[in-house]
């Protein structure tokens, strides 16, 4: 039966007024939701929720429920340690999207919460978030909820969204990281959930995070893309200022181990202490895998292959282990591939090689390093390296440095630039060669400079063994070879710097492979600096005692090779005609390491002793504060 056309008006009419009258009491609805009662009443219930599991918690008075079922409330504060300080943690906003189907079944289920413009202030070194975790762990710990029943449990959690996420240290002033947004939600029942994350990153780059939750444990991947490196180092505390750089990468891990793999690019470190200009850009990868078992108690390190250079030119092998089911110990070694001059200086920044010549030594060289011990006893640790130079040796005669082998002129570096010409052979009267150097002077200078001279590969392994192992808060002296430090002096400036260091390192292991240990003993004792405008034993010998090198007494070449770490600064004995109490120990106690190291008879050191010390230079000046003279630890061994 159809309706009469004036039934069909009437009737909607009366649709329309009722639907007038459903948007006037959803209206007055709306405006209730959004006045003061009922922001008393959330509040009521959600700040004592906040409160028992994060501590004190401020709520701002911005509240708002929206049409489409969100609840918006802020700025959330937590505070922190310091009452004059800003918040640890600020939130804006907080927007709670609910979940309809719930609401017309009579519950009340989140289906998204969206934290928005998060600011965390982590204070000087982080200690302000580091007060939060503490803080968030006792609240818990008091709190000790039972766990909740399986109908209790949401079907499913919301979705957690971050939005204009940064993130603040005091760092030599205030540094801040951001901003960043990121995404949480899990699927899945509990016994089988997937957890999923991402993040956009400041700079363009993205992060993802999966975690798998299922019968045999949990399983993840992470995995990184054009992450900006610099902007997130400058974070930490770190003495160097970190630019640029690019991080790709991916890691892997479930209940028995995980891989990874890894490349950083474009890299640049900026510090004085490192070089005077800017270092980069530096590139490194990493591809590895780690085993464990923590019923066992032990994780192993199956391999990792470290490389540096955007060819991946120099590549370092690592393998190691550590358990701790009794006391916890630990092992690793580490292996230098066999590298070539060519190819360590194509993998190295321009700033950190010291000359392109050096690309012409043919031939390979490699090392290894083996540290083994129980971890928390660091002296009781065992370090063993090994430096091989076999092949380089065999092409060295005639590579980039072979000529100093032969006579040549050599122009020292002085404070002031460049100083005289000086040659270094026969010709030159002041020269004296290593076979007429009287004997005591030269075991007095190995002993107090390089003990090990005669062994090693350019490198003192046991100083730095010494220093590695020392507490953190001892003062070790290390010191560098007699082959380090005639490549400084032929070829580096005075800048102390570490790029200057790592310069020193591969001109040492060019000079150890072209030059035989006599002649670089030889050329040392002829160029090295012994006082104010002095080069060479044959000039020092002449200033300080009047006489020639070769007819040095005992006593007068122990006091020379104790002024060797400063001799402009310990010339002023020569000029006060006599020394100090403190100093004559310093040189009696070098005659006595080379007593015992079978140097010196009886007759010789007993003669030494007594013997006197005359000068001939100018009585006037002041000496120096014994006690500031780095003297370096001297060894009785012998060599």
Request: charged fraction near 25%; charge should be neutral.
């Amino acid at each position: 039966m159809s309706l009469p056309p004036q039934s069909f008006k009437r009737g909607r009419v009366v649709l329309l007024l009722f639907a007038l009258l459903l948007a006037a009491s959803a209206g007055a609805g709306h405006t209730w939701l959004n006045g003061e009662a009922a922001r008393t009443r959330v509040l009521a219930r959600v700040k004592p929720t906040l409160e028992s599991r994060l501590g004190p918690v401020h709520i701002g008075d911005d509240f708002h429920v929206g049409w489409t079922g969100t609840v918006t409330l802020g700025p959330v504060d937590l505070p922190g340690t310091r009452p004059e300080g800003p918040p640890v943690v600020r939130i804006s906003s907080v927007t709670v999207h609910l979940r309809r189907r719930a609401l017309l079944s009579g519950h009340v289920e989140a289906s998204r919460v969206v934290l928005a413009g998060v600011q965390v202030e982590a204070g000087p070194r982080g200690q302000e978030v580091r007060a939060l975790a503490e803080r968030v762990r006792e609240v818990r710990e008091k709190r000790r909820p039972a766990l909740p029943s399986a109908e209790d449990a949401p079907r499913e959690l919301p979705e957690l969204a971050l939005k204009d996420v940064r993130l603040a240290f005091e760092n030599h002033g205030r540094v801040e990281w951001g901003p960043l947004s990121a995404r949480v939600r899990r699927k899945g029942p509990a016994e089988a959930s997937r957890w999923e994350a991402t993040a956009e990153l400041p700079g363009g780059g993205s992060a993802e995070v999966s975690l798998q939750h299922e019968q045999q444990g949990f399983s993840g991947t992470l995995r990184g893309k054009g992450i900006q490196v610099g902007p997130l180092l400058s974070l930490a505390e770190l003495p160097w200022r970190m630019d640029g750089g690019t991080l790709e990468g991916e890691v892997r891990a479930d209940a028995t181990g995980a891989t990874l793999s890894g490349a950083m690019t474009g890299l640049t470190v900026s510090s004085p202490q490192l070089a005077p200009e800017p270092v980069g850009p530096l590139s490194f990868s990493a591809e590895g895998r780690v085993q464990w078992d923590l019923e066992k108690r032990r994780v192993e390190l199956k391999t990792l292959r470290l490389t540096v250079g955007e060819r991946r030119e120099a590549r370092v092998e690592v393998r190691g282990e550590a358990t701790w089911s009794r006391e916890p110990r630990f092992s690793v070694q580490a292996e230098l591939q066999p590298l070539s001059f060519e190819q360590a200086m194509a993998a190295l920044p321009t700033a950190l090689v010291p000359s392109t010549e050096l690309a012409r030594l043919e031939g390979d060289f490699q090392a290894s390093l083996t540290l083994s011990g129980p971890i928390r006893q660091r002296r009781d640790w065992e370090v063993k390296t090994k430096l091989d130079l076999s092949e380089l040796k065999q092409s060295g005669r005639a590579g980039p440095l072979g000529w100093l082998r032969e006579p040549f002129d050599y122009r020292p570096l002085t404070a002031e630039g460049r100083g005289r010409e000086l040659h270094v052979g026969p010709s030159n009267p002041t020269y004296i060669p290593l076979a007429e150097l009287p004997r005591p002077l030269v075991r007095a200078v190995l002993r107090s400079e390089d003990a090990a001279f005669w062994t090693h590969r350019g490198f003192d392994f046991d100083s730095l063994r010494n220093i590695l192992l020392a507490p953190a808060d001892d003062k070790v002296r290390g010191g560098s070879t007699l082959t380090q430090q005639l490549a400084k002096n032929l070829f580096l400036s005075r800048e102390k710097t570490y790029a200057r260091k790592v310069k020193e390192a591969f001109l040492t292991l060019g000079l150890e492979a072209s030059v035989p240990k006599e002649r670089l003993l030889e050329v040392y004792f002829n160029i090295i600096e012994w006082g104010p405008a002095l080069h060479g034993i044959g000039e020092a010998a002449r200033h300080y005692f009047g006489k020639d090198a070769r007819e040095l007494s005992i006593r007068e070449s122990a006091f020379l090779a104790t002024i060797i770490p400063n001799p402009v600064r310990y010339h002023v004995y020569c000029s006060r005609g006599a020394l100090s109490e403190i100093w004559t120990k310093h040189v009696n106690e070098l005659l006595a390491v080379l007593y015992e190291g079978g140097d010196l008879t009886e007759a010789e050191y007993q003669e030494a002793l007594s013997a006197p010390l005359v000068f001939v230079g100018h009585p006037g000046a002041q000496p120096p504060a014994d006690e500031e003279m780095p003297i370096r630890a001297i060894s009785p061994r012998r060599d």
